[in-house]
């Protein structure tokens, strides 16, 4: 498997399990072949319509967004899904 076939199968594997949910604003965010593992770690991004912000806080923050790591082994097998927490750094 490669790259692209990975991130592929993440995609449309995201879009199925969270169907009904109106997800929207997906994007890669990055991938990662873990060769221990021999497993592709796929992290994607979205927005969900109930995380937008109030419209009184539009100007200051944009949408919450939630990342998703999937982990694809070398045969395309879909391993796991698991949350990715950001950590925001501030100077």
Known sequence: MD???????????????FQGEEIEDIGLEEVVFDEES??????????RPWEKP??????????????????IDNNGTIKSLMDRTLTVQRN
Request: cysteine-free; glycine content about 4%.
């Open 3 to 17: 790259v692209q076939s990975a991130v592929q199968k993440a995609r449309a594997y995201l879009q199925e399990l």
């Open 38 to 47: 021999n497993e592709w770690k796929v992290t994607i991004g979205f927005s």
């Open 54 to 71: 109030n419209i009184d806080f539009a100007l200051s923050e944009g949408p919450k967004r939630s990342y998703k790591v999937i982990r």
